[in-house]
């Protein structure tokens, strides 16, 4: 279901005079996408790019979203997790307390603290090849850049840039069966599991 897109579509380019190399996973969203992002949701994404990576299965994992809605909302997550069983097991791990114990880490470990400033960076210069919200310039997610308060955020990063960006977010998925290196379909696994609880 993915399509090849074309060399100079701006959403796989990068922005003109972008630092970044492009997002390795990237592809447009289809509208069978949309309609599967809805179900996974219970709403509609809006703002919509891109598929910033798919599961397996080629479902979208993560969206890409403007950094401003239609309605003129600021939007700064604008890599998105949608895909229900990862979801899932991340808040299984979130509801552990190891965001308490990754925030206390980058107090200690300055080597993991400068590497998540890093992908704290990587976030919005990503987020700027998009256009920017002065409301939410010096805002990436999940924490970043000195404390981990949604690992949601974290791995959407993760995901869609690939391994090596967001430390905190890649020792995460480590953990996860089927999530890294390669995202393994387990979609099948949580088909009535309700989905986006403490997003
Ligand atoms: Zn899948």
Redesign the pocket.
């Known amino acids: 279901m993915t399509t090849t897109p074309a060399a100079d579509d701006p959403r796989t380019a990068g922005a003109p005079g972008s630092p970044l190399p492009p997002l390795p996973f990237e592809s447009p969203a289809t509208a069978e996408d949309l309609a599967v992002m809805r179900e996974q949701l219970g709403r509609d994404m809006r703002g919509v790019v891109s598929i910033a990576r798919r599961?397996?299965?080629?479902?979208p994992?993560v969206v890409r979203t403007r950094p401003r809605l239609e309605d003129g909302t600021p939007f700064p997550t604008s890599l998105y997790l949608t895909?229900p069983?990862l979801t899932l097991d991340i808040s299984r791990i979130e509801a552990t307390g190891t965001m308490a114990e990754l925030t206390a880490r980058l107090d200690d470990d300055e080597e993991l603290a400068a590497a998540y400033r890093s992908a704290h960076e990587r976030y919005i210069a990503r987020r700027e090849e998009l256009g920017t919200a002065a409301e939410v310039d010096h805002v990436s997610a999940g924490g970043m850049p000195s404390r981990v308060k949604c690992l949601h955020a974290l791995a959407g990063q993760a995901l869609a840039e690939g391994p090596g960006i967001n430390p905190v977010a890649d020792e995460v998925l480590a953990t996860i069966p089927g999530a890294a290196p390669e995202l393994v379909?387990?979609?099948?696994e949580d088909a009535t599991d309700t989905v986006g609880e403490t997003r």
């Open positions: 599961c397996g299965c080629g479902r994992a895909l069983w379909c387990r979609c099948a």
